[in-house]
């Protein structure tokens, strides 16, 4: 059995995911397919993580990317010119500095689903209607006025 588990990543977890991954007969198949084809996608020959892939066009991902800290914020830009680079030269990095599975784990998706939870609730407060209490006020007048 595979040392993957659902609860051992704090981002989302697709539903299919989720249930693949609690059905351990499923599990036996899908998650040695997962491993291979992560590692045949290429980009951890380029030195680069899953998460360095990510289009940085969206509103929520550049707020995610201005959060990151510094350090990192830095080598992912390592990473991102060095896959450039070695793209460029059609070579691939040497295996021992291949991004390892067990290195590659979500450094921007705790960022973005904070961003994305601020941004709902922000929607929710903008669209959020007051309404005064008519029933205690009126109640009060009438008992003034004699009725």
């Known amino acids: 059995m595979?040392?993957?588990s659902v609860?051992?990543?704090?981002?989302?977890?697709?539903?299919i995911t989720r249930f693949c991954l609690t059905r351990p007969w499923i599990a036996r198949w899908i998650v040695p397919f997962s491993h291979w084809y992560a590692g045949k996608m290429g980009h951890r020959q380029l030195g680069l993580k899953y998460e360095d892939l990510y289009p940085e066009e969206s509103e929520t991902m550049q707020l995610a990317l201005k959060r990151l800290p510094p350090r990192e914020a830095y080598d992912r830009v390592f990473r991102l010119r060095r896959a450039f680079?070695?793209?460029?030269?059609?070579?691939?990095?040497?295996?021992?500095?291949?991004?390892?599975p067990g290195e590659d784990i979500p450094y921007l998706?705790?960022?973005?689903?904070?961003i994305e939870t601020e941004i709902k609730e922000r929607e929710d407060l903008d669209s959020m209607v007051m309404e005064k209490k008519k029933s205690a006020s009126k109640a009060d007048e009438g008992e003034k006025s004699g009725h």
């Open 2 to 4: 595979s040392s993957f």
């Open 7 to 15: 609860t051992r990543y704090p981002f989302k977890v697709h539903p």
């Open 85 to 100: 680079q070695l793209s460029l030269s059609h070579q691939l990095l040497p295996e021992e500095e291949w991004v390892k």
């Open 109 to 114: 998706s705790p960022l973005i689903d904070e």
